[in-house]
């Protein structure tokens, strides 16, 4: 329940008193998912002067004003309120509705008229008319605060995210530079090596960034083809097949001889390599990844499980966000950029499907995957439109 402040600006006892009992009594409800119900405490002013005053004090959220009254009328009520700054919606009442009124009130901020006489039914129908526009202004202006709030965390996130690898990379060409490093080639050859593993990690951190907004956005061009997901699969495993090699973790995929669909070739690529690249990183020495693939009723679906260092319930609550890294002892010296899955998730919302996460520390972890497949190729090339999570 809600309670709005209006102001009745009226040199007529019986109009004041007559506006103020309809809408004492008066409850606007409006059909949203909050079912938000408005009703309203009523003031009133018998000029413009003592309107004027009232609002020095405390701005209404709906004023009603008549124009003729006794010494300031209600356009200069409008005008003053202008040159103050004082900013309310504004519902004129009265009995002189000319075209040139009408006009002149508009541009001094009125919102809308209500003709004098008028019913009780009309001034409730005028009344719930400013109030839908009243939520509907207050909605967008909530929403515009929530969008910048969320714009000032993305570039802080994002700011400290390159400033990390931007000063190591700094810090190393400094000691390149005062020969810190000495002369043995060697001890050179790593100094360089760690800086340019730093301006790779900050490459793929501006290279996820990209596919990200690409995606949000919709100006990513989508072509479409059948493509054979086991294929791609076998690709992103043969990719982190090195570093799989290195730590002695065997990686196996469990799907039929062919298993196609209708979807562009690039977003499952980055799909699978996410989830593939990140169940090697996260693993143990000597552990195991294992992808599964399978279809059900048009549904292709995708398990990542590996053997790693798994997840408590509270952190895989956070997985999916952006700029997300589950920061702890066993993580620290793991690169990441805290993009990927966010990145699945957005991907995997294209098709209509859903990636979850069952993990234990310790134990493991399991992605699953669902993506809907069409059947045939769209004739458009648009990406639908994703659900973003903020």
Known sequence: METLRVLVVDDETGMRLAVARVLGSFTVRLGDEADTAVTFDVQTAESGEQALEVMAASVPDILLLDVKMPGISGLEVLREMNE?????????????????????????????????????????????????????????????????????????????????????????????????AGQDPATQAQVVERALVRAGGMRRLISELLDLTRIESGQKRREFADVDVRELARAALDTVAPAASARCITTTLDAPPELRMVADRGELEILLNNLVSNAVKYNRDGGRVEVKIDRLDGVVRLAVADTGIGLSPQ???????????????????????????????????????????????NVGSTFSVTLRDSGAVPSAAAPSAVATKA
């Open 84 to 180: 103050r700054g004082i900013q309310t919606l504004t519902v004129i009442i009265t009995a002189y509705a000319t075209l040139e009124t009408a006009i002149d009130a508009t541009k001094r901020g009125a919102h809308d008229f209500l003709p004098k006489p008028f019913t009780p039914d009309e001034l409730r129908v005028a009344i719930r008319r400013v109030v839908k526009h009243l939520v509907v202004q207050r909605q967008a202006k909530r929403l515009a605060e929530e969008k910048r709030q969320v714009r000032f965390q993305f570039i802080s996130v994002l700011g400290h995210e390159l400033k990390a690898p931007l000063a190591a990379i700094e810090g190393y060409l400094q000691i390149l530079k005062d020969g810190s």
């Open 315 to 361: 952190e895989a609550g956070r997985l999916f966000q952006e700029f997300v890294r589950i920061k702890n002892e066993r993580t620290r010296t793991i690169p990441g950029t805290g993009l990927g899955l966010s990145i699945v998730k957005k991907l995997a919302q294209l098709y209509g499907g859903d990636v979850t996460v069952q993990s234990e520390p």
